[in-house]
Nanobody
Framework: EAQLVESGGGWVQPGGSLRLSCAASGFTFDDYYIAWFRQAPGKEREGVSCILPSDGHTYYSDSVAGRFTISTDNTKNMVYLQMNNLQPEDTAIYYC??????????????????WGQGTQVTVSS
């Protein structure tokens, strides 16, 4: 089974930036979409962004498009999420997950999926 480990979360003031990292292992990295999700207390899980490492194709939810950038380092099996202009509504636990995909309903995970433990992002003044 795949293993995913997130890091890079923390506290930042509104307007600030953070870069999250996801270290992947246990599967062929290039062949599957890898996604970032987030979940805040009392809210539904939200798919934030996903990327196909083989060709770099990306997808973003409307809530983060223009502020967040997903990328990979294929030689290191790493996925990154650069988050700029963070706002309090971005506060959540952020998870990476695979295999993932996107469609007209947003970002989803396959039935046989793997999740990281999550990393907390807190945006407040």
């Amino acid at each position: 089974e795949a293993q995913l480990v997130e890091s890079g979360g923390g506290w930042v003031q509104p307007g600030g930036s953070l870069r999250l990292s996801c270290a992947a292992s246990g599967f062929t990295f290039d062949d599957y979409y890898i996604a970032w999700f987030r979940q805040a207390p009392g809210k539904e899980r939200e798919g934030v962004s996903c990327i196909l490492p083989s060709d770099g194709h990306t997808y973003y939810s409307d809530s983060v498009a223009g502020r967040f950038t997903i990328s990979t380092d294929n030689t290191k099996n790493m996925v990154y999420l650069q988050m700029n202009n963070l706002q309090p509504e971005d506060t959540a636990i952020y998870y990476c997950a695979a295999p993932a995909y996107y469609n007209e309903h947003g970002i989803e995970v396959d039935v046989f999926n793997s999740w990281g433990q999550g990393t907390q992002v807190t945006v407040s003044s």
